[in-house]
């Protein structure tokens, strides 16, 4: 077969965004990690009952299922999730492209993820 | 939040007619179930004889051993799934055309299986290395000093300790697994998580779907853990390890 590693470099813009995206999830998500397992940590030492055994719960509950379900989960659930929190008639449409892309674009800044956008 | 649950959609049949939603997830648990064994054989056996390796004397053994545990442990597994389905069978012509010719679930199946036998095995391969070391340096002077191999050292000294000890990460290992096993979905492998979505995606009672596959998820990863519990319970020596495991 015939490998054309040139794509590799003229590819390579294309790559960086991708990396930077990485970069930003990564970054994003061990902070929010750190912060609310740092709390979670906490909730299971609690000696109120119902808030360890919560905690505990919660740890056992996301460690028995695979990351692509949360995913969907979450994808799925979260447009209900903002639509019942900010009163919205429909469902809040969320995903990459509408919102962590959009906070970089200096037109949306400062403007929530919300309904003004489905009018 | 509203959201009207319709869990009467699992008897629903699916639009080609005959088999009905519930039939669709059982098959993927079997899917599951499936790759997810298959790779744990491949990872324990690999992992065994990698982990081991790491901790001989000879510098090569250790460097090879080194490798495969940073290469398999610091690709994404995502990216690992693609490799061994889109790219590893361009590579070898025989291969190409099994692929082409077979069942496409076949291929899936056997990429899935090798992907996350591999990928495990480098995690597994840590777990024993660290296993070993952990031992007290003694017991591998010991066994020399009675005229043991070094082979004879690991048979009847070492690894019957070290393996011991690692059941607990081993549990966590082998919970690992089975959850990666999804990612076999990206490939198009029809397990659990694919069948949930796909039965999302028919019905649009993603919620109903899902709710499904993470019950019978918690269900697997306390069977897997209770398994494991047992097994450390049953092999504990008495007096060396605390028995038993929670």
């Known amino acids: 077969m015939h490998l054309d590693f040139g794509i590799i470099s003229s590819g390579l813009p294309f790559l960086w965004t991708g990396f930077q995206y990485t970069v930003q999830l990564t970054a994003v998500s061990a902070i929010g990690g750190l912060f609310f397992g740092t709390l979670l940590a906490l909730a299971r030492l609690s000696s109120i009952k119902w808030l360890s055994t919560f905690a505990a719960g919660y740890v056992n509950l996301m460690r028995s299922i695979p990351l692509v379900l949360v995913i969907f989960w979450f994808f799925f659930l979260m447009p209900l999730v903002l639509q019942a929190m900010g009163g919205s008639e429909r469902p809040v449409q969320i995903g990459a492209e509408r919102t962590a892309g959009r906070a970089s674009n200096p037109s949306q800044e400062g403007r929530s993820i919300p309904r003004t956008r489905w009018g | ?246």
Request: hydrophobic share 50%; aromatic share 14%.
């Open chain 2, 1 to 246: 939040m509203h959201y009207n649950w319709n869990w009467g959609v699992f008897f629903q049949e699916l639009p080609g007619g005959g088999e009905e939603y519930w039939q669709l997830i059982v098959w993927g648990i079997g899917w599951t179930l499936a790759v997810s064994a298959c790779s744990w054989v491949i990872a324990i056996a690999l992992g065994s004889v990698i982990g081991t390796i790491r901790t001989t004397n000879s510098p090569w053994l250790v460097r090879f051993g080194n490798g495969w545990v940073e290469f398999f442990r610091n690709v994404p597994l995502l990216v690992q799934m693609f490799l061994w389905y889109f790219v590893i069978p361009e590579f070898i012509p025989p291969l190409k055309s099994w692929v082409v010719r077979t069942d496409p679930a076949h291929a899936q199946f056997v990429s899935a299986v090798l992907c996350l036998g591999l990928f495990t095995s480098a995690r597994i391969a840590e777990q024993v290395r660290a296993g070993i070391q952990s031992l007290a340096r003694g017991q591998r002077a010991a066994g020399m000093a009675i005229g043991l191999t070094q082979p004879q050292v690991y048979r009847f000294v070492l690894l019957p300790m070290g393996f011991r000890i690692i059941i607990p990460p081993l549990t966590s290992e082998t919970m690992n697994l089975i959850k990666n096993s999804s990612v076999a979905l990206t490939i198009g492998l029809a397990e659990l998580t694919f069948r949930a979505r796909e039965m999302g995606e028919y019905t649009f009672n993603f919620f109903e779907a899902f709710t499904a596959a993470t019950l019978i998820y918690i269900v697997i990863a306390m069977t897997a853990n209770r398994v494991m519990a047992y097994v450390e319970k049953r092999v504990a020596v008495p007096g060396y390890i605390a028995g038993g495991g929670k």
